[in-house]
């Protein structure tokens, strides 16, 4: 029995989808752990692209048990929406709802966008899906959970509470608008409770089952460490976190029970919001990365900012997560560019540091310290994917330098390579799964 998170090493987009997509297919239950539909991630099945952003990455293996954890919160609308367009491609996830996952209502969704608005440069630059302000309620305890949606006597008092205090919110304290009446939304969402209802139970108690019988468990995580409500580059992150220990309490699996801990890093760095991002890069070279790697946010198409491989944010969060091997991703994509730079240090007002900053003033006043590498020449598709069947050491020997010194720089092993979209351009080295 094997209990594995997959987490974000930098600012979340790193290609986490896939790299659970592929150790999906020997795990025998894949849970998301924090969330909600803020966060995208696209997985190749069947030569077709499906742009997921609440279902685990696991729901395009068959018979495989997929749980959304305690610590996501859901938009039951939009969670409808993926489960009806995998059912039209003849995919039928075996999915549970933990029943203490948040519910996002309207109104979270009308008050991201107002505050949002409200906090002008200090914005965070959000996806403006209610993530926030559902986690807000959470803590606040005045969240309504899925709970409720078995109980329509507790969800039609809660709601009732919520709708008297939050339209008071949105029009007196932002002076915004709120059309939709208690009766509608109630309508609504009793729709949707009626859907879900067979797949909402005890999400915890499936996990701690499964992990009771020596199953294999794949603790999936969404964004990224950099964007942790607690150890990300606060304000400009989200409002949960994807780390190793949000792993644990927004799954119900006990923090010893978990064995490996993989770190997704792209072979660049690149956000979407605001916020510092030391590395940034504006010039042509952005334009080709991300032209060639697609990177537009899968939520919000956004295009991403672009900055080069930051070993000093990534250190941070290796200390954070506690990585026992790490996961690459977009190795191809950097073809062709040469010499590739390398972030190993900062310079804060004069002095060279190894530590990232705390506060995003200080981050923002930093300046990368590189290293240049050699860079590997372009191949087609078909090439990677030739590479991937013959392994680690068919990789370009620039590639495998470039790879070598993040992970000496880590002192964290390789466990997998990406040089492609789909679940065959991946190189194991080890499988996590497999004595």
């Not at 600012?11 to 150790?23: A, F, H, P, S, T």
């Not at 199953?215 to 994807?242: C, F, R, W």
């Not at 923090?255 to 956000?271: D, F, H, L, Q, W």
């Amino acid at each position: 029995m094997v209990v594995a998170v997959v987490v974000g090493a930098q600012w979340g987009d790193e290609g986490k989808g896939k790299i659970v997509d592929v150790l999906a297919e020997k795990a025998d239950v894949v849970i998301r752990f924090n969330g909600g539909d803020n966060a995208g991630h696209t997985v190749a099945f069947k030569d077709k692209k499906y742009k997921m952003h609440q279902l685990p990455s696991g729901a395009f293996h068959s018979g495989k048990q997929v749980i959304i954890g305690c610590g996501c919160v859901v938009n039951p609308k939009t969670l409808l929406e993926e489960l009806d367009l995998l059912e039209k491609d003849g995919i039928k996830p075996n999915l549970l709802i933990d029943a203490r996952a948040h519910v996002i209502l309207p109104y979270h969704i009308a008050l991201d966008g107002l505050e949002e608005a409200s906090k002008g440069r200090r914005a965070a630059g959000t996806t403006r899906r209610g993530i926030g302000p559902c986690y807000s309620d959470k803590a606040a305890r005045l969240g309504m959970r899925f709970a409720d949606f078995l109980d329509e006597k507790a969800f039609k008092e809660k709601l009732h509470l919520l709708h008297e205090i939050k339209v008071k919110m949105i029009k007196e304290v932002y002076g915004g608008e709120f059309a939709q009446s208690e009766e509608e939304i109630f309508a609504a969402y009793a729709r949707y409770a009626e859907r879900l209802r067979g797949f909402i139970g005890d999400g915890c108690a499936a996990a701690n089952e499964a992990v009771r019988k020596n199953k294999h468990v794949l603790l999936e995580g969404a964004q990224g460490t950099l964007l942790s409500i607690d150890h990300g580059v606060y304000p400009y992150g989200t409002s949960s976190n994807p780390t190793s220990g949000g792993a644990s309490t927004g799954s119900g699996i006990a923090p010893n029970m978990i064995k490996e801990v993989i770190g997704v890093i792209k072979a660049y760095t690149s956000r979407v919001g605001e916020g510092p991002l030391p590395t940034e890069i504006t010039d042509e070279t952005a334009k080709r990365i991300r032209d060639k790697g697609w990177e537009y946010g899968t939520t919000t198409g956004r295009p991403r900012r672009i900055g080069w491989l930051d070993l000093v944010a990534l250190k941070y969060a290796h200390e954070i997560n506690g990585f026992t091997g790490l996961a690459f991703t977009r190795i191809d994509t950097l073809a062709g560019i040469s010499p590739l730079k390398v972030c190993v240090a900062y310079e804060l007002d004069g002095k060279r540091i190894t530590q990232m900053p705390i506060s995003p003033e200080e981050i923002a006043r930093c300046k990368p310290i590189y290293e240049e590498l050699p860079g590997w020449s372009e191949m087609e598709p078909e090439e990677w994917r030739k590479i991937s069947i013959r392994g680690m050491f068919a990789l370009p020997n620039e590639a495998r330098n470039y790879l070598k010194m993040v992970s000496e720089f880590l002192n964290v092993p390789i466990y997998m390579v990406s040089v492609g979209a789909g679940r065959e351009d991946t190189i194991t080295i080890k499988d996590v799964f497999t004595k």
